[in-house]
């Protein structure tokens, strides 16, 4: 059974893009490890965990509202 974590900014994705990962990495999973069996679709699972943005740092530097905006395009 496959697991996987994205880690990301709060607020860096949409809930369509969340629905997209999901669906992507399940298709990957399906393909890659299932060898194509649908089946092994139900025991795909990921994690979209979302870090406020100000316990992080990019480069050294912490990642302040601007930046999250430069980088997001928000």
Do not use: S, W
């Not at 679709?41 to 406020?52: H, M, S, T």
Request: charged share 30%; net charge negative.
């Amino acid at each position: 059974m496959p697991f996987a974590t994205i880690k990301t900014f709060k607020g860096a994705l949409t809930n369509e893009q969340k629905q997209e990962l999901h669906r992507r990495f399940a298709d990957l999973m399906v393909e890659i490890e299932g060898k194509g069996n649908e089946e092994f679709r139900k025991f795909v699972i990921l994690a979209i965990e979302e870090e406020e943005p100000i316990n992080l740092g990019i480069g050294g530097i912490r990642a302040t509202e601007d930046l999250m905006k430069r980088i997001t395009g928000n």
